[in-house]
Structure formats: structure tokens, C-alpha cells
């Protein structure tokens, strides 16, 4: 994923460009909470500086146009939310500050790769907030990441495959704040078949006629059920699946857990509210990837976030999957043996199903490594993609 360095600025060096670059990875979470996000410094700050990191803070939150965020001097109290954010912005007391360096910054941020979200309506009028890359007549490529991440988690796969492909990618309906301060908006609907026409309908909102389905854990599900849906996914790679086979694969601990947790929180608001409370303590953070934490735990900033995510996720893992595995395009399905999150017996069962299907069994790498986008799991990807749009070696 591209760093602050460009700009001058290295993640935690206290630089106007390394804390504008924080804000804007964590805006997620600022825009959805209702409160104004605390957040502490990385280590106890010098007497008399705190009131400094604030005016800093200010001064680049209000030129990025996000919502304010209150520095207190010491982590105790903060909820894991707050804990997770305030590890990615890494404050410190800041330095001097040359002329125009706070704007430089400012511009590289918003600058900066995959750039500001493009606003595309789902076919029952939901806005979804898309990213788009790449040239623009190039083979193109849907990333479908998993339910509730922000688009931070598969920036990497966006950088590494722009080169070239048209790469386009959206985070999941119902779970984004707007930039503008309006909230989530309405979830109109949640179902596996609108998140699978999610997928058709960024396509329309780019021009694309046709595209390689590229699904990460849930969303291999989602990408599943839109090549099911058209001909206009013409491939797929479904990476670390997380399927519901009935008795056909076994799952795993994790996936036992999540889906009890999705059930009690899409009952209602109450329950996710009940549920918000012990999540949102801080031992929470200890099972979270440190340096991606700030987007595992957006979906479940707030009790409304969580509710919403308990009904879209839980449609996806809830889905019968075996349902979905006639589909004839040609498919790469990628896991691990060291996979404990999604178990990889459920990749091996849809790859052996599947009229055209690959399966790549990795030597390493768990469940989140998948979102990497390292340079095994890369090489894999072009070379399949490779297989399937250039055209003398389509269907071969």
C-alpha cells in the first residue's frame, strides 16, 4: 500500500504528511462514530505539547475537510476503536512546521493512491462509495473485498493490478459514512442477490461491459453469486472463500463464532447495542492484526454499524453455496493450508465442483494475508488473469 514517504512523511514520524495520510486511512471510522473521536499519542507527550498536537490535528483535519478529533494525553478510558485509530495516526509532538509544508501535505493525502471515492447508485438507489483505476481500455478487474472493509485493506491488490488492468473496487452498501456529514443513509436492502448486483452495477457506473471477478473471503461469495447473475464476469478468482456448504466442508472456529455473533446482532438495535458494548473493549485489539486494525474493526465502530453488518454479512454466510457451483466461467481458487479463519476444506470442495475451476493450495500465509496483495499471491493473479484475457489464450 502506498506510504506518506512520497510526500515527506513517514507513518508515526509526527510530519504534517504522515498524520494527513492517518486521518485519511481512519476516515472511516471518524465519519461513522457519532461523537468526536478521541484519540492518544504514541507515547506521553512533553509537558506543554499537548495543546500543540491539537492545533496540528485541527489545522490538517479542517483543510481535509474531516470530522474533528480530540488529542487526550493518556489511553486509559479509550475504547478499542479509539485505541485502534490512535495506533495508525501515531501522534507525537510536533516539530516546526515550514512554510506551506501542512499544504503539501494536505494535497499529497488527497492526492495520493486510490484517491477520493466516486459515488456510484446500486440498482435499488443505494450510493456506493467506489474506487476506480488503471487504463481505461484495458481488460478490468472487480475486487470484491470482504463485507465491511474499508478500501484501505485491498489497496494493495488495486496498486499492484492498475498497471495493467482497468481494476474498479467499492466498499459495502449501508456501512459508509458519506463525505459530506449526511450518515450511513438507508440500507435498503441487505440480501446476498442486491450485494451480488452491487458488483454489476459499479460496473455500469464505470462503462464496463465485462469484467474478472477477484473475491476476497466473503467476497468470493458475493463474486460468486454475480457470476452466477451474468455473463458479463467472464472469470473469477475467489481467494480464501468463506462458503456456507452444508455439511459438504467443515468450518472453522472462527466462522462458527462470527456467524453466532451476526445472528444475535441482526435481531435489533438492542442486541447490537449489548454486543457493541464488549466489543468495544480493549482487549478486543489483541486479536486484530495491529498494523490493519483500524479496518478489521470498522463494522464495528458502532452499534449501528454492527446491526448492519450483522444482516449483510450474515446473508453471505448464511448462503448456501452449493447452489452457485454450476457456474461455467473459468475460476482460480487460492487457500492455505494454514488458513484457521476460513477453512481452506471449503475452497477445496467449490474448486473441485466448478465446471473450470483451478485450486492453488499456498504453502504459506493465513487469512489476512490474502489482502496483501504480496508478491506471491500477485504473480499468481496476472498469471491467471493473463490465461483469460488475452485472446489467443482464452479458453485454453
Not at 466498499?171 to 443513509?185: K, P
Not at 454492527?306 to 473459468?330: E, K
Request: charged letters at 20%; hydrophobic letters at 45%.
Amino acid at each position: 500500500m502506498p506510504t506518506p514517504s512520497a510526500a515527506g512523511g513517514r507513518p508515526g514520524d509526527g510530519s504534517p504528511a504522515a498524520l494527513a495520510h492517518a486521518l485519511l486511512d481512519t476516515a472511516s471510522i471518524t465519519r461513522a462514530v457519532p461523537d468526536r473521536m478521541r484519540v492518544a499519542p504514541a507515547e506521553p507527550l512533553p509537558a506543554g505539547t499537548l495543546s500543540a498536537a491539537q492545533e496540528l490535528l485541527d489545522r490538517v483535519t479542517l483543510a481535509l475537510g474531516l470530522p474533528e478529533v480530540e488529542v487526550v494525553g493518556e489511553p486509559d478510558g479509550l475504547t478499542a476503536v479509539e485505541l485502534a485509530v490512535s495506533r495508525r495516526l501515531a501522534l507525537r509532538a510536533p516539530g516546526a512546521v515550514a512554510d506551506g509544508e501542512q499544504e503539501q501535505a494536505v494535497r499529497s493525502a488527497l492526492a495520493a493512491f486510490p484517491g477520493p471515492a466516486v459515488l456510484v447508485p446500486a440498482r435499488d438507489g443505494t450510493p456506493l462509495r467506489c474506487w476506480v483505476a488503471g487504463p481505461e481500455n484495458a481488460p478490468a478487474v472487480a475486487v470484491v473485498s470482504a463485507c465491511g472493509m474499508p478500501v484501505g485493506l485491498v489497496a494493495r491488490w488495486l496498486g499492484a493490478l492498475a498497471a495493467e488492468y482497468r481494476v474498479v473496487t467499492w466498499e459495502s452498501r449501508g456501512l459508509f459514512a458519506a463525505a459530506d456529514g449526511t450518515g450511513l443513509g438507508d440500507l435498503a436492502d441487505h440480501t446476498l442477490d442486491a450485494q451480488s448486483e452491487d458488483v454489476l452495477a459499479v460496473l455500469d457506473g464505470f462503462g464496463i461491459a465485462e469484467a474478472h471477478a477477484l473475491g476476497l473471503c466473503g467476497g468470493a461469495v458475493v463474486a460468486l453469486a454475480a457470476a452466477a447473475r451474468s455473463d458479463r464476469i467472464t472469470s473469477l478468482s475467489l481467494w480464501h472463500g468463506d462458503y456456507e456448504l452444508g455439511g459438504e466442508a467443515p468450518k472453522t472456529a472462527h466462522q462458527r463464532d462470527v456467524e453466532s455473533l451476526l445472528t444475535m446482532v441482526s435481531r435489533g438495535r438492542a442486541q447490537a447495542a449489548a454486543m457493541h458494548r464488549l466489543i468495544s473493549r480493549p482487549s478486543t485489539l489483541e486479536t486484530l492484526r495491529p498494523d490493519i486494525a483500524h479496518y478489521l474493526i470498522h463494522p464495528y465502530a458502532t452499534p449501528e454499524l454492527l446491526r448492519r453488518y450483522g444482516l449483510l454479512n450474515g446473508a453471505i454466510m448464511s448462503a448456501d453455496c452449493r447452489g452457485l457451483l454450476d457456474t461455467p466461467q473459468p475460476a482460480l481458487v487460492v487457500t492455505s493450508d494454514r488458513d484457521t479463519t476460513a477453512h481452506p476444506a471449503g475452497s477445496k470442495f467449490v474448486a473441485a465442483s466448478l465446471p473450470r475451476a483451478e485450486l492453488r493450495t499456498m504453502p504459506d500465509g493465513d487469512h489476512l494475508t490474502a489482502f496483501d496483495g504480496g508478491g506471491e499471491l500477485v504473480a499468481l493473479a496476472r498469471e491467471f488473469l493473463h490465461s483469460v484475457t488475452v485472446p489467443e489464450r482464452k479458453g485454453t
